[in-house]
């Protein structure tokens, strides 16, 4: 009941927003340049439906941020990832942490959603006229990245990046751009495995980035790079930053993933992403 009633907030926004970014010329950036922090100091707060929320401290009515749905591994909660959250956070984007510690339904992760856009709404909130509901992603590592191709096949959720996702969800039924990300020393999912999803979600935009030396934790200066391509990403597809579409899309010979060969071990675009930018 609840995940329908999210859709249909959403439903009004939807027909006049959409979720790919006007065409504009860009000039290419490294893939250092989302590793720094953004612009924007950040504040953490539990609350909501047991979630853990990261948002700019600059929050203000009449200014929408984006809303990022995130779903931990298993066994690990938003702490775990604390570093990541605070980063996404700096970079414009409101995110909703589901405090739990299985989050391979994609449910705890869309109820987060649904409580900012309500929050949206209601006055007295600090969330009041600062968030835009029409741009929502979802990204989780581990059984989370599950738990996001679940949550990516809900309307509301525009765009998403399943990190070592674990078996969870159908890829044929993401609804927008998917980003899949591997670690190349990773065994507990491997990057075959990965990939293969990726090739199964033919029906959408969807960049395979498979991180060199990485292993499921992110080690060997994993983490850096990590919070760098997810920041950029999400900052394309739900905050109009053409400068992060250039990591991804365009010549192979200009693309930054495609050509950062010393932290990405491997870069695939399907024929829909060839198409973007």
């Known amino acids: ?28 950036v490294d893939t250092d ?25 600059d929050l203000a009515a ?8 995130w779903g931990n591994g298993t066994g ?12 996404l956070a700096s970079w414009g984007i409101v995110v909703a942490a589901a405090n739990t510690t299985q989050s391979g339904s994609g449910s705890e992760m869309l109820a987060g959603g649904q409580f900012l856009i309500e929050e949206n709404t209601r006055p007295a909130s600090r969330f009041h006229d600062a968030i835009d509901p029409a741009k929502v992603g979802a990204s ?54 990965v990939r293969a999803r990726y090739h199964n979600a033919d029906q959408v935009a969807a960049v395979f980035a ?3 030396n990485s292993d499921h934790y992110f080690s060997n200066g994993g983490g850096k790079h990590l919070k760098g391509v997810l920041a950029a990403w999400f900052r394309y597809w739900l905050a109009d930053d053409q400068r992060a579409g250039t990591l991804f899309f365009g010549p192979r010979s200009s693309c930054g993933l495609c050509r950062d060969k010393d932290s990405w071990s491997a870069v695939e675009r399907n024929t829909k992403a060839r198409q973007v930018g």
């Open 62 to 69: 009449g200014t929408r941020y984006p809303i990022l749905l």
């Open 210 to 212: 498979e991180l060199r």
């Open 1 to 28: 009941m609840r995940k329908r009633s999210l859709s249909v907030l959403v439903t009004a926004f939807a027909l006049i927003a959409s979720a790919a970014p006007a065409s504009a010329a860009a000039a290419s």
């Open 140 to 193: 989780g590592h581990s059984q989370g990245g599950g738990g996001t191709i679940r949550a990516g096949a809900d309307p509301v959720v525009t765009v998403t990046a399943p990190v070592q996702p674990g078996p969870g969800g159908d890829v044929r039924a993401l609804r927008g751009p998917s980003l899949f990300v591997a670690g190349e020393k990773d065994t507990t999912v491997p990057p075959l495995y």
């Open 76 to 87: 690990a909660t938003p702490d775990s990832y604390d570093t990541l959250l605070r980063h």
């Open 33 to 57: 340049f989302y590793s720094v922090p953004g612009p924007h100091t950040t504040v953490k707060l539990r609350g909501g439906p047991d979630h853990t929320f990261y948002y700019p401290a």
